[in-house]
């Protein structure tokens, strides 16, 4: 319940772009893969935060970010999560009604509480869907 809560924590703060919120629980070492360049992914806490701003000016023009569906699994010292978002705008959801972001998060245990270490975003390739 208690890593549950810290993703959902993380997806509230994401929708209303509270910076400080997101990056809270992250560690500094930190690998994030995104939907958006670049390729290899960003690394640390620093690059991790820089991420951010260029999302919130697009979630303020009325997209969503709400998760629909999450699953922990969680061992003494390691955990990992996915969950699936509703992220998106008007117009998208329009186009693709069902449209997720897929979400899947690494977190170890560090001084008794739990961290993210690894976070993963992704939406399905539709390019070839007919």
Do not use: N
């Amino acid at each position: 319940m208690e890593i549950e809560q810290l993703i959902r924590r993380w997806a509230d703060a994401v929708h209303t772009g509270d910076l400080d919120t997101v990056l809270t629980d992250h560690g500094d070492d930190i690998v994030m893969f995104d939907v958006p360049p670049p390729h290899e992914g960003v690394r640390g806490l620093a690059a991790y935060e820089e991420t951010w701003p260029p999302f919130f000016a697009w979630q303020a023009t009325g997209a969503s970010f709400e998760i629909v569906d999450v699953d922990v699994t969680e061992g003494e010292d390691v955990a990992f999560a996915w969950a699936l978002l509703k992220c998106g705008t008007p117009d998208e959801f329009a186009d693709v009604p069902d449209r997720r972001l897929r979400l899947t998060i690494g977190l170890a245990k560090r001084d008794g509480r739990w961290v993210v270490t690894h976070e993963h975003h992704s939406f399905a390739d539709t390019s070839q869907s007919s």
